[in-house]
């Protein structure tokens, strides 16, 4: 077990390596967890993973103890998970010509950001989630965020409510939208594949 | 008909697909890579900036704002002053700054 709380955060902020030691071994799961669950390849969610862990030491002088440390260390994961995601889809999409095209499908799984490469995917689920995920990528950025956590990174909704700083009944009614969008959209996606 | 509620089955296997994902671990260098990035970081030296903390963006803009308010606010009772302009002219004429005919006069001559 960690230190107390305060006196760890004091230990980070001195910058030992053995106190950033034993923050990986805590987080480095938890941290990884989250970024793949936003972010399904493994290489790329690694990559993110690192960033975080990079941000922890850059921002811990800031760290003002208002929320708990896991707390924040989730916020800055989600957050690089979504700058990523932001930046891949700006390369990726040609919104404007696809949608002067007519070619501007509800979920488009050629267009997604990533190479989809999750290991925690069973084989036979794998092509179901490939498209699950390309559904979420169309979700708003606040239900996305929320369906991610509570479905895919198992979170529960008390968590999900300290990371994103909602009450749990606003958690409970983004996630009703979600599955709602996101059963719209794999319908009109399966009528159109004509099965 | 008949397609619907296979649509509809797809879909909720679909939505169900995710639901008993394993844990993937991370690679065993994972920590390594990241505590050899930290030692490369520059250090931060921010102790003396610490005092300003609290005047986060959301302070910054609410001062910007009470600052133009006032500042308009001044401007218009300055001008809207309508004694303003005759109190001029008086301390013009007291202090002989103004312009008269007469000083025009002697100027021509």
């Given at each position: ?6 006196n ?23 941290v ?53 995601i ?16 007519g ?21 036979e ?71 | ?28 260098l ?61 301390f ?16 021509q001559?």
């Open positions: 077990m960690l230190l107390n709380e305060e760890f955060i004091k230990a980070l902020r001195e910058g030992t390596n053995q106190a950033y030691g034993q923050l990986l071994d805590e987080y480095q799961q938890k990884f967890g989250t970024c793949i669950s936003f972010v399904p390849n493994k290489e790329d969610a690694e990559d993110i993973a690192q960033e975080v862990f990079v941000e922890v030491f850059n921002s811990i002088d800031r760290f003002k103890g208002d929320s708990k440390l896991s707390t924040w260390i989730y916020r800055i994961s989600v957050n690089k998970s979504l700058e990523f932001r930046k891949k889809n700006t390369k990726k999409r040609f919104g404007f010509m696809q949608s002067l095209l070619n501007d499908l509800p979920i488009d799984r050629s267009s997604y950001f990533t190479e989809f490469n999750h290991p925690g995917i069973q084989l689920n794998k092509e179901k989630s490939e498209i699950l995920f390309a559904a979420i990528n169309k979700l708003p950025e606040a239900q996305r965020v929320v369906y991610t956590l509570n479905k895919i990174d198992d979170l529960s909704y008390k968590e999900v409510s300290e990371i994103t700083n909602k009450s749990v009944s606003s958690i409970e009614s983004l996630l009703f939208r979600a599955k709602k969008n996101l059963q719209e959209l794999l319908h009109d996606y399966y009528k159109k594949e004509g099965k | 008909m008949k397609n619907k509620p296979n649509i509809d089955q797809l879909v909720e296997d679909t939505l169900n697909s995710v639901s008993g994902i394993d844990t993937v671990k991370t690679s065993p994972f920590k390594e890579r990241v505590l050899s990035r930290m030692a490369e970081q520059p250090i931060e030296h921010v102790e003396g900036l610490r005092y300003l903390d609290w005047f986060t963006p959301r302070y910054q803009a609410a001062a910007l704002i009470c600052f133009v308010v006032l500042n308009a606010f001044a401007l218009l009772s300055y001008y809207s002053d309508s004694g303003y302009g005759e109190h001029v002219e008086n013009a004429e007291i202090y002989g700054l103004s312009e008269t005919t007469t000083d025009s006069y002697l100027y001559n």
